[in-house]
């Protein structure tokens, strides 16, 4: 499993974990989470009709990584420029025209299910997270990174 060193201040790892399509497989992680007093802040599903993806955030890495080999959860991780967006969804037509302007692609989104300082925040994985987050910076917005988002 490639981890991810060295990680930019302004990046965070979202892992990938595959899953067979079945009632309960969802809530058999959280709980391995939770005995290690492990949270997900960002989740989403990625549903086939035989196996599902589940990226997540979470704000402890290297535990999650020891659960996910102690209990033989196939996954990958990659890394997310996380923003926050202190005018909620309104904000969003902002960023997106920002990584525009920079050409720069958006892969995939999803939201954070807790809100770092208060405010709204959107995990995105883009074609470059260079670029994307000098723009992003310049633009005026704040960028969060592992750290911001850990308990």
């Given at each position: 499993m490639d981890i991810i060193e060295g990680l930019s201040p302004t990046k965070v790892v979202?892992?990938?974990?595959?899953?067979?399509?079945?009632?309960?497989?969802?809530l058999e992680i959280v709980k391995y989470f939770d005995e290690r007093n492990v949270h997900i802040v960002a989740l989403?599903?990625?549903?086939?009709?035989d196996s599902s993806i589940a990226r997540m955030v979470v704000d402890d890495q290297q535990s999650a990584r020891a659960i996910f080999e102690e209990y033989n959860v196939a996954y990958t991780e990659c890394t997310v420029v996380?923003?926050?967006?202190?005018?909620g969804a309104a904000d969003l037509k902002y960023v997106l025209s920002a990584l525009l302007q920079a050409e720069c692609?958006?892969?995939f989104t999803f939201a954070l299910l807790t809100a770092p300082n208060?405010?709204?925040?959107?995990?995105?994985?883009?074609?470059?997270?260079?670029?994307a987050a000098n723009v992003l910076a310049q633009n005026g917005f704040t960028l969060l990174s592992q750290d911001d988002i850990s308990r």
């Open positions: 979202q892992f990938s974990v595959f899953m067979a399509n079945k009632v309960g497989r969802l989403t599903i990625i549903d086939t009709a996380v923003v926050e967006l202190p005018g692609n958006v892969d208060g405010k709204a925040a959107l995990a995105m994985h883009v074609e470059d997270e260079d670029i």
